[in-house]
Nanobody, 124 residues
Framework: VQLQASGGGLVPSGGSVRLSCATS????????IGWFRQAPGKGREVVSC????????YYADSVKGRFTVSTDKAKNTVYLRMNSLKPEDTAVYYC??????????????????WGQGTQVTVSS
């Protein structure tokens, strides 16, 4: 099982970027995917999640209306489109997989699989 996050970089405030989480070793029909971020000196927080089969989504209040999560089953990839970026969005972004959407949303327990992070830096 692998999750590979990519697509980060340096973007200006107000700009956009699309992150990709390429998955292998399991089916997106059976696993929910979550996007998380961790800023320097802060804990890891949930950003957005998509359920198995892409039937439902979750967004943190801080990103609602700006970020969009989507799934391409043919490519086994989950995307996070990030628009209207703000300096406070600067963080390392991670993707994770679990059979439970609730686990991803609440982080009550650690998701089953984590990918490595990709840095997003928003300049002011």
């Amino acid at each position: 099982v692998q999750l590979q996050a990519s697509g980060g970089g340096l973007v200006p405030s107000g700009g956009s970027v699309r992150l990709s989480c390429a998955t292998s070793g399991f089916s997106l029909d059976n696993y929910a995917i979550g996007w998380f971020r961790q800023a320097p000196g802060k804990g890891r927080e949930v950003v957005s999640c998509v359920s198995r089969r892409g039937l439902s989504t979750y967004y943190a209040d801080s990103v609602k209306g700006r970020f969009t999560v989507s799934t391409d089953k043919a490519k086994n990839t989950v995307y996070l489109r990030m628009n209207s970026l703000k300096p406070e969005d600067t963080a390392v972004y991670y993707c994770a997989a679990d059979t439970s959407l609730h686990t991803l949303v609440s982080l009550s327990t650690s998701p089953e699989y984590w990918g490595q992070g990709t840095q997003v830096t928003v300049s002011s």
